[in-house]
């Protein structure tokens, strides 16, 4: 059984730390400009806080390239900002604005952004994002890309099947796949004693047989170093990692609840521990920010959301007539869909379909289906089908994929579709 591992504090470069202070900043200036709109009724929907836990998704998406890709939750608006997000799609989301990503067909955070930033959509059924992540990381190593996928999920999150199914698919499937379990203490009204039977929640990722890690969750520095020693394993080829960031849910679980169920001295406890005062103490001490460099993040801070939040009060809502467009498919005359190939198709296909893996994982070679084809998701340490066969540990990696062929242009409908839509 692989024990809980501790990482060590990396060292960061100057503008490293810097860039987790402006963030983690960020973040809460973010939310704390919304939670005025959500009393001004400007919010269309539930607003959720991610009050005290900014180290969690700032530290975490801060490990992860440009390359690769994450699905965050609700309390993860730090992620979609270090990911580069910017704060004014962030308002016109919540506000339901015909500016938005979704032009107001949705709410919170309900966005993504596939072709640029690497963002999969969330979705509310809390644990469906780790299956989906782990096919985003089984289809990257398939497509010889080395990238890592990141998702998020809570306490009470980590109780559903879905949590299970999909961290068991990444572990046998070797997927490069990190998932943060912030554990709040909170789910709702319930605290995390009376939900779950065991004191540490990485405890789960034994029955998986993939490591883990716990770290304390308000530790910017301590976040960062973890959640990247854990997306440089995956991305060496290790599989799954599982980190427990311990942390404390200081709001209501959205804005209608005032969590008065919370003990006050637990209340107490964690906002003597809030991440960014514990990390502007640690800045200070290292000589890295004084008051000058501070007010200088508030101003810039400041300047870009008031720019911002202007900006979404001043954009219009969709038109009435909007309200039936993009709903259904409705075949052609909305939009023709297409599989995205990135191989030519004929390689991807039968009988061609069983192209080497680019980017062999030890452990994890090539395995055959039951039809004798080679599998086109590789499964372990099958044993090559005849002798005169090597196994995958004994051959070289395969080459680099081919280029993938020119697509034919959409056709004028089709490219129209793609504005109407998002
Ligand atoms: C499968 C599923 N069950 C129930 C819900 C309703 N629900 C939304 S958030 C929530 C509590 C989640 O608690 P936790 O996972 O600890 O996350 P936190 O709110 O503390 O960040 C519940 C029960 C849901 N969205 N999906
Ligand atoms: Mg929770």
């Given at each position: 059984?692989?024990?809980?591992?501790?990482?060590?504090?990396?060292?960061?470069?100057?503008?490293?730390?810097?860039?987790?202070?402006?963030?983690?900043?960020?973040?809460?200036?973010?939310?704390?400009?919304?939670?005025?709109?959500?009393?001004?009724?400007?919010?269309?929907?539930?607003?959720?806080?991610?009050?005290?836990?900014?180290?969690?998704?700032?530290?975490?998406?801060?490990?992860?390239?440009?390359?690769?890709?994450?699905?965050?939750m609700?309390?993860n608006?730090?992620?979609?900002?270090?990911?580069?997000?910017?704060?004014?799609?962030?308002?016109t989301?919540?506000m339901?604005?015909?500016?938005?990503p979704?032009k107001g067909?949705?709410?919170?955070?309900?966005?993504?952004?596939?072709?640029?930033?690497?963002?999969?959509?969330?979705?509310?059924?809390?644990?469906?994002?780790?299956?989906?992540?782990?096919?985003?990381?089984?289809?990257?190593?398939?497509?010889?890309?080395?990238?890592?996928?990141?998702?998020?999920?809570?306490?009470?999150?980590?109780?559903?099947?879905?949590?299970?199914?999909?961290?068991?698919?990444?572990?046998?499937?070797?997927?490069?796949?990190?998932?943060?379990?912030?554990?709040n203490?909170?789910?709702?009204?319930?605290?995390?004693?009376?939900?779950?039977?065991?004191?540490?929640l990485?405890?789960?990722?034994?029955?998986?047989?993939?490591?883990?890690?716990?770290?304390?969750g308000?530790?910017?520095?301590?976040?960062?170093?973890t959640?990247?020693?854990?997306?440089?394993?995956?991305?060496?080829?290790?599989?799954?990692?599982?980190?427990?960031?311990?942390?404390?849910?200081?709001?209501?679980?959205?804005?209608h609840?005032?969590?008065e169920?919370?003990?006050?001295e637990?209340?107490?406890h964690?906002?003597?521990?809030d991440?960014?005062?514990?990390?502007?103490?640690?800045l200070?001490?290292?000589?890295?920010?004084?008051?000058?460099?501070?007010?200088?993040?508030?101003?810039?801070?400041?300047?870009?959301?008031?720019?911002?939040?202007?900006?979404?009060?001043?954009?219009?809502?969709?038109?009435?007539?909007?309200?039936?467009?993009?709903?259904?498919?409705?075949?052609?005359?909305?939009?023709?869909?297409?599989?995205?190939?990135?191989?030519?198709?004929?390689?991807?296909?039968?009988?061609?379909?069983s192209?080497?893996?680019?980017?062999?994982?030890?452990?994890?070679?090539?395995?055959?289906?039951?039809?004798?084809?080679?599998?086109?998701?590789?499964?372990?340490d099958?044993?090559?089908?005849?002798?005169?066969?090597?196994?995958?540990?004994?051959?070289?990696?395969?080459?680099p994929?081919?280029?993938?062929?020119?697509?034919?242009?959409?056709?004028?409908?089709?490219?129209?579709?793609?504005?109407?839509?998002?």
């Amino acid at each position: 059984m692989p024990a809980t591992e501790t990482a060590a504090k990396t060292k960061l470069s100057r503008q490293q730390y810097l860039d987790l202070y402006y963030f983690m900043r960020l973040n809460r200036e973010v939310e704390d400009t919304m939670t005025r709109l959500f009393r001004q009724n400007k919010i269309v929907g539930g607003l959720y806080s991610s009050l005290g836990q900014e180290a969690i998704s700032v530290g975490s998406a801060y490990a992860l390239e440009k390359r690769d890709w994450m699905a965050p939750m609700i309390r993860n608006i730090g992620s979609l900002l270090v990911k580069g997000v910017p704060p004014r799609d962030i308002f016109t989301q919540h506000m339901a604005k015909y500016t938005s990503p979704t032009k107001g067909k949705d709410g919170t955070s309900h966005f993504g952004d596939l072709e640029n930033l690497h963002i999969v959509s969330p979705i509310s059924m809390l644990g469906d994002l780790i299956p989906v992540l782990t096919g985003v990381a089984m289809a990257g190593r398939y497509l010889g890309q080395k990238i890592v996928a990141m998702t998020w999920i809570g306490d009470g999150g980590s109780s559903t099947g879905v949590f299970h199914e999909g961290l068991n698919l990444a572990a046998s499937q070797k997927a490069a796949f990190v998932l943060i379990l912030e554990n709040n203490q909170w789910a709702y009204s319930t605290p995390v004693r009376r939900q779950v039977p065991i004191e540490n929640l990485a405890d789960r990722a034994k029955a998986y047989g993939i490591p883990s890690y716990i770290v304390d969750g308000n530790d910017a520095v301590a976040m960062y170093s973890t959640a990247k020693e854990a997306v440089e394993r995956a991305r060496a080829g290790e599989g799954p990692i599982l980190i427990e960031a311990k942390t404390f849910r200081r709001r209501g679980h959205a804005q209608h609840d005032p969590a008065e169920y919370v003990p006050a001295e637990q209340r107490e406890h964690w906002e003597k521990r809030d991440p960014i005062m514990l990390y502007e103490k640690f800045l200070t001490a290292e000589k890295i920010l004084d008051a000058k460099g501070k007010k200088g993040f508030e101003d810039k801070i400041n300047a870009l959301l008031e720019k911002d939040r202007e900006f979404a009060e001043n954009s219009p809502m969709p038109p009435p007539e909007f309200a039936s467009e993009g709903v259904y498919c409705t075949g052609d005359d909305c939009h023709k869909i297409r599989p995205k190939w990135e191989r030519p198709i004929s390689e991807v296909t039968p009988p061609r379909s069983s192209v080497e893996p680019v980017w062999l994982v030890e452990g994890f070679g090539r395995g055959k289906t039951s039809s004798r084809e080679n599998a086109p998701i590789h499964f372990g340490d099958t044993q090559p089908a005849s002798a005169d066969e090597p196994s995958a540990k004994t051959k070289s990696p395969a080459k680099p994929a081919a280029k993938p062929p020119a697509r034919k242009s959409a056709p004028a409908k089709s490219a129209a579709r793609g504005k109407a839509r998002r």
